[in-house]
């Protein structure tokens, strides 16, 4: 089993900045990524990030691209994702997830996820 605890999140005024953290606990050392989606009011879930733990490749939905880095620190066992220029549409619960085999869809096959952390950006 794993469990992942999210940590960072708050309210931020537009173009302010946040990080996020994940702590992974368990059996995490089979796992093939670590990665990010959020669910806004009313709206379904979307991917925002992920990152492979071997090659630490990383993946950024369009909307976040340019804005938002992920980045891991395999020895803390934590994954961050690092925040910038934050806009109201920004505004949602973040989820951590852990995905423990290869999949090239990052939309899809993710075997564990945190409770969220409520980010919220004000205009």
């Known amino acids: 089993q794993v469990q992942l605890v999210e940590s960072g999140g708050g309210l931020v005024q537009a173009g302010g900045s946040l990080r996020l953290s994940c702590l992974a606990s368990?059996?995490?050392?089979?796992?093939?990524?670590m990665g990010w989606f959020r669910q806004a009011p009313g709206k379904e879930r979307e991917f925002v990030s992920a990152?492979?733990?071997?090659?630490?490749?990383?993946y950024y939905a369009d909307s976040v691209k340019g804005r938002f880095t992920i980045s891991t620190d395999n020895a803390k066992n934590t994954v961050y994702l690092q925040m910038n220029s934050l806009k109201p549409e920004d505004t949602a619960v973040y989820y951590c997830?852990?995905?423990?085999?290869?999949?090239?869809?990052?939309?899809?096959?993710?075997?564990?996820w945190g409770q969220g952390t409520q980010v919220t950006v004000s205009s």
């Open positions: 368990g059996r995490t050392f089979s796992s093939y990524a």
């Open positions: 990152m492979t733990r071997s090659s630490g490749r990383t």
């Open positions: 997830a852990l995905k423990e085999e290869y999949s090239n869809n990052w939309y899809s096959g993710w075997n564990y």
